[in-house]
């Protein structure tokens, strides 16, 4: 019989006292967790210490941290407007301090990306495994208990932004596989979502509802699309087949890359011009299409990101599979999201089907019906790094320090060779600029993969598509570098001809010597490329802002010598400066700071 609480600490005594001193507790990828409930199991076993308290997840999400005085004063107020009640993880907090009790363990199977780098405990209990085999490792660990952020309307309940793991957990205990109680909270702001989604109250041992518990859901803003990333989206649209299925990662990438499908879609001209000024008027590939959808697209993706809706206003989403034109395993988006989610019309809802995580990213069980249903699939992922020969980094180092985790790229790579007309596409961008230095994406080869080079599929930069499955090393390579930034292309090539890997003879055409980040500028100017194509949580000002510290961020010492001086010699932005605190300076340092603020602002 399900038990209603109204107070944290008393879930977490029932718990105790229900399950026993030692928990192996699942809480769910990203925005699922019971917050409150974890926080009280965790400060029940860092009281005592005859608890042992395992917590398996994944995708702790954070409050934004700050690592400048600029950085501080941009973002504490648009902190405090997205996330103000947030309740942060106190494990997080512990592991980030080295406070972790030695009875507590948290094993993470996919990180916030780059924000546990410098933990040393996180990276030590780290878990490295696919999405669809989490659910293997809670029930041979003995999970005993789930505590998930939980919708309510009425008596019903649903899982609603992650049914991911728990719908396969669910399954295992039918088949006496596993032992647990799930224990929920119910949030206010959580979309209902039917379907597979939905559990009857009954499945609950406990549920906590208490309203003055109840808090806005974690909800980062979009990032802004930059050039490179328009390119990169621009040639991913390129190789979408209409009547096809779609699968897209979240990041400015995958956001570029529906809008690029937009933009084909309701202005093909523009579309077909973007295509041949980036390509430099070259003959289309075999797999490519440029035309409007016609047919449309269905989605199957582990996570449902807000483009989706985007497509489906677009008139592109809407090629139906069993009365779906989606289906997903957990969501997390900015706010407008989950309002939109909450608001919409019961039977457009219903289209959009919140189900297992081994649904969406795999073929087993019932796999005839799934090819039938995932036609010309094209499965749209983001990688760090790519390698001459093929292969992508997409989650760590190659001094074994993880970035974030393999999640389920793997499962969509293994897909599209599973399927008869299928292809990944992993996107990269070909450089990266940090503190003035600037280093290419690709490399002849890394200390770490993610994808190996047998399952090499398509890869795409801002330069174009790699179209590498089925060739030879030698003419991968040759892919690989006419996709590279040319200020790289001549040490990559020298790397493969002294390893025997290309003929000493070879030269890089010249169509694909001029792969510079000025050829892409010139190549995009006349279009109409917003860098926050679907509206932002930035006001106008913060926007301008953002961009003038991006730029502060990625200069020489000498780079900022120069802004400091331009800032100091035109006239205030005072908006600008008053919105970060340095319209009236009063210290030598705060007027250096609204000099380089000044001068990244023109």
Known sequence: MTRYHQDAASVADAIIGEVGREIVLGLPLGLGKANHIANALFARAAADPSIKLTIFTALTLEKPKT????????????????????????????????TLPAN????????????????????????????????????????????????????????????????????????????????????????????????????????????????????????????????????????????????????????????ALILRHQDNSAFREAVSRLTGGAPPLALERHEPFAQ????????????????????????????????????????????????MPPEQLAKLRMTAVSFTNELYGDQEAKTRARVKGRFINSALMATLLGALVSDGLEDGRVVSGVGGQHNFVTQAFALPDARSILCVKSARTAGGRTLSNIRYAYGHVTIPRHERDIIVSEYGIADLR?????????????????????????????????????????????????????????????????????????????????????????????LALAGLSKSSDAEALARMGLDRPRTLSDRLYAALVNGALG
């Open 470 to 562: 089925g060739k030879s090393d030698e003419k991968v390579i040759a892919a690989m570098l006419a996709i590279a930034d040319s200020r790289f292309q001549g040490e990559l090539l020298r790397a493969a001809k002294d390893a025997g890997k290309i003929a000493k003879t070879y030269e890089i055409p010249s169509a694909f010597r001029d792969n510079t980040p000025e050829r892409i500028a010139r190549a995009l100017q006349p279009f109409d490329l917003p860098p926050f194509p679907f509206g932002t949580d930035f006001t106008p000002v913060e926007q301008r802002l953002l961009f003038a510290l991006e730029k502060l961020k990625a200069a020489r010492p000498m780079g900022l010598a120069r």
């Open 104 to 259: 507590i363990e948290v094993n993470e199977f996919f990180f916030l990306a780059g924000r546990w780098l410098g933990v040393k405990r996180a990276q030590q209990s780290y878990i490295s495994a696919n999405y669809t085999h989490a659910v293997r490792y809670l029930v041979e660990r003995g999970v005993n208990v789930v505590a998930q952020l939980v919708a309510r309307k009425g008596d019903r309940y649903s899982l609603s932004s992650n049914p991911d793991t728990i719908l396969d957990l669910l399954a295992a205990q039918r088949e006496d596989r596993a032992k647990f109680i799930i224990a929920g909270q119910v949030n206010a702001e959580l979309p209902f979502m039917p379907g597979d989604a939905e559990l009857p109250q009954d499945a609950f041992a406990h549920v906590l509802d208490d309203p003055s518990m109840q808090y806005s859901l974690f909800a980062p803003p979009r990032e802004p699309i930059d050039l490179t990333e328009y390119a990169i989206g621009i040639h991913a649209a390129r190789l979408v087949a209409d009547g096809g299925t779609l699968q897209i990662g979240i990041g400015e990438e995958g956001d570029a890359a529906v809008r």
């Open 67 to 98: 690592s400048s005085e600029l950085e501080r004063r941009f973002l504490e107020p648009v902190i405090e407007r997205l996330f103000g009640d947030w309740p942060e993880l106190a494990y997080a907090r512990a592991l980030r301090t080295g």
């Open 296 to 343: 449309g697209l269905y989605g199957v993706s582990e996570m449902f990101v807000d483009g989706f809706l985007e497509l489906m206003d677009a008139g592109i989403l809407k090629r139906e599979v069993d009365g779906a034109l989606l289906h997903a395993a957990f969501f997390l988006g900015p706010k407008s999201f989950y309002r939109r989610l909450r608001d």
